[in-house]
């Protein structure tokens, strides 16, 4: 009887397990599958403090929404993201909201996010969790009145760039730059000109962009012959790899920290994913656009 | 009276000693090789990049050796860098930015790291093993330029075409 | 009488003029002797390397590939009149007295192995490999050794072959 009870409790006990714990505990591959993901965004960058803790927040901008933060996406459970569901975590990077309905101000690219398949979101998932937890309450945002309640939904249905998830990650191919390129590197970010909207001008894709982030001029890198990206596929791919350019010139600012990243950058990407980029770049129709003097 | 002499002769020793000071010195803060420093600065800067393409395509030739004369030739040249950055050398032309005087300190260090990293490179060429030099070299480009690059430089807005060597300078 | 004033004042003033000169250059611009001869020395050693540089990529067939070696030569010729300061002739130095006596040709010659380090450089930019290679079959004499024959004490000892370090 007492065995029999007692075989009953362990058996609930075994499948309450999974439902407290949400999912099954991530494997070592998934996490390390995450944190390469991870790395082939640029390290998350944007939640890092130049020289601080990785993932803790803080880092400050500015545009005609107003001011935001980045946020505190560390394990930590009161100003981080510890006490989160992967759900709701999954939400955030795809879908823009917060547990509590929030919206985020797309600084945070999630349209461009949502083109990742789930199957690499939930590894990043994975990876973040694994991230030394920090103690940073996030800053608050200072945005523009009626801007998230109003301006914002409508800006996100008439000019947020769509990505979807594919249903499986494209492991080879063009298809694999493409995912790369378009969701997981979301180069178009800062390489894609902006509309008026502030919205990236999709039919100029990686065309450059004069007022980038921190007020720099970003290269236009479609293959066109006078304005554009001429270097070789190797080129490119050595490029992503290490920073050095053919000229023995290195990459510094913004694409000199994605290319480090945190604890995984762009350099961290195997062989074949940089050439896949550097394949994709070259099949982008060339757009003319000079930047810089 | 006596005053009046020694304030004539401090006056005079004044104004010699500078002259002789600055002529013996040769390297004033405001003028290393031109008068043009930022002009300097940049055809140095270039030579570095040259120097980097030059090390990488012998190594890629698996030439380990030959990348001593380039690795030293950027030492020597990381040890020029804070005397080309004088106050106020700030003009339009200049990819500089203004970080490099709000942190003085730090823009000093990373020159100096340049230095440190190229004298690695220079050493382990100098072993000819082309396996250890490799290992110097994987990171050299961040670790030696980047680190500056990018706190303190503003990066160019078009990527130059395949290895471009110096430009003929006008004379 | 008076002139001892002077002499003091003259003294007193040279004392302060120094210090605020090395103060305000801001930099090691005061060195000794001893540092400024090891930083010269330095400086034409590479220049000694980036020249037996220039000599193997013309043995292997690829003159175009000297520009970045003639660029570092003709950067660090720049350099050479301010590395030999009045008193810097020390024990450890090469240089001879004929430097500071014939100060004009001292110079001049810098100043030739600097336009001769930028044709070259320019020869390889503009991949002109006939004319590198004519360049380079001379240079040794024309830019090294128009300096080095009035100017500096030759080494006792041969360097071993292929100082490319």
Not at chain 1, 151 to 161: E, G, I, M, R
Not at chain 2, 67 to 92: C, K, Q, R
Not at chain 3, 143 to 149: E, I, K
Request: proline fraction near 8%.
């Amino acid at each position: 009887m007492l065995a029999s009870r007692l075989s009953l409790a362990l058996l609930l006990g075994v499948i309450a397990l999974p439902a407290t714990a949400g999912a099954q505990a991530p494997s070592a591959a998934e996490i390390a599958r995450g944190k390469y993901v991870f790395g082939a965004t640029g390290g998350c960058g944007c939640h890092t403090v130049p020289n601080g803790p990785v993932n803790a927040g803080g880092r400050k901008y500015e545009g005609p929404y107003g001011t935001v933060f980045s946020t505190n996406i560390t394990p930590d459970k009161e100003t981080g993201i510890g006490g989160w569901t992967d759900e709701q975590i999954i939400t955030a990077i795809r879908l823009g909201r917060r547990p509590n309905g929030e919206r985020l101000v797309p600084v945070h690219p999630y349209t461009v996010f949502n083109g990742m398949a789930e199957e690499d979101v939930k590894a990043v998932v994975a990876f973040l969790r694994t991230v030394p937890a920090v103690k940073r309450a996030n800053l608050p945002k200072k945005t523009l009145p009626m801007f998230e309640s109003v301006l914002l939904p409508a800006w996100l249905t008439a000019f947020a760039p769509r990505e979807t998830p594919p249903t499986t990650v494209p492991t080879s191919g063009t298809a694999r730059g493409e995912y790369l390129v378009r969701a997981v590197a979301h180069c178009g970010e800062c390489h894609t000109p902006r509309t008026m909207t502030m919205a990236t001008d999709n039919s100029r894709f990686l065309a450059g962009d004069p007022k980038g982030p921190e007020n720099s001029e970003i290269p236009n890198i479609t293959p066109d012959p006078t304005t554009g990206l001429t270097w070789s596929e190797e080129e490119i791919a050595d490029y992503l790899g290490s920073g050095n350019k053919p000229d023995g010139d290195v990459a510094g600012g913004l694409m000199g920290e994605v290319i480090e990243g945190t604890l995984a950058g762009y350099k961290d990407m195997t062989k074949a994913d940089r050439l896949a980029i550097a394949r994709y770049l070259k099949t982008l129709p060339p757009i003319k656009n000079k930047i810089g003097k | 009276m006596n005053r009046k002499h020694l304030r004539t002769g401090i006056g005079l020793a004044g104004l010699v000693t500078l002259a002789l000071a600055s002529a013996a010195t040769g390297q004033s803060t405001t003028k290393i090789w031109t008068s043009d420093v930022v002009a300097d600065r940049q055809r140095l800067m270039k030579l570095n990049g040259a120097s980097w393409a030059d090390a990488q395509a012998k190594l890629k030739a698996g030439n380990a050796e030959a990348v001593a004369a380039n690795a030293e030739t950027m030492a020597l040249t990381a040890t020029m860098i804070p005397a080309l950055f004088p106050e106020g050398s700030l003009t339009d032309k200049s990819k500089a930015k203004p970080e490099i005087w709000q942190k003085w300190p730090e823009f000093e260090a990373a020159a100096k790291n340049m230095g440190a990293q190229a004298e690695k490179l220079r050493d382990a060429a100098r072993t000819k093993d082309l396996v250890a030099t490799e290992a110097v070299a994987k990171d050299f480009g961040r670790q030696a330029c980047g680190t500056c690059h990018q706190p303190f430089r503003v990066p160019p807005p078009q990527q130059q075409t395949p290895a471009p060597p110096p430009q003929p300078q006008p004379r | 009488m008076e002139f001892r004033y002077v002499r003091a004042g003259i003294v007193l003033g040279g004392l302060v003029a120094l210090v605020v000169t090395g103060c305000a250059t801001g930099q090691k611009s005061t060195m000794g002797p001893a540092e400024t001869v090891a930083e010269r020395q330095r400086l034409m050693k590479n220049v000694g390397a980036n020249w037996a540089d220039i000599q193997a990529k013309v043995k292997a067939g690829n003159p175009e590939a000297v520009a970045a070696n003639a660029e570092a030569i003709s950067l660090h010729a720049q350099r050479i009149p301010g590395l030999f300061p009045e008193g810097s002739l020390t024990d450890k130095s090469k240089a001879k007295p004929e430097i500071w006596q014939k100060w004009p040709e001292f110079q001049a010659a810098a100043k030739n192995l600097e336009n001769r380090a930028g044709t070259l450089r320019d020869q390889a930019v503009a991949k002109d490999a006939a004319a590198v290679t004519t360049t380079v079959g001379t240079f040794g004499r024309d830019a090294c050794g128009a300096c080095h024959t009035p100017f500096r004490v030759p080494p006792p000892q041969q360097q071993p072959a292929a100082p490319r370090t």
